[in-house]
């Protein structure tokens, strides 16, 4: 199933607060990221980060694809 987020969507206070909550908890796991922890911490925090950005991948426009000239 993909998920097409609209211009609309992306307007919405609600829409527009959640991306702004996703990039602050980017911010806040990619800084604890940088500080000394086991192998198996890091792992977690990766695994966080990787979740978080496939959340924020859902505001990236499709590509429009025009069909090869003949």
Do not use: C
């Not at 609600?14 to 198996?40: C, I, N, P, V």
């Amino acid at each position: 199933m993909s998920i097409v987020i609209t211009e609309a969507d992306r307007q919405s206070p609600a829409y527009m607060k959640m991306m702004a909550h996703l990039d602050d908890r980017m911010a806040e796991l990619t800084q604890k990221l940088t500080g000394d922890m086991s192998e198996e911490d890091t792992w977690k925090f990766r695994g966080r980060i990787a979740e978080i950005r496939a959340l924020i991948s859902i505001d990236e426009v499709p590509p429009v694809l025009s069909p090869p000239a003949l």
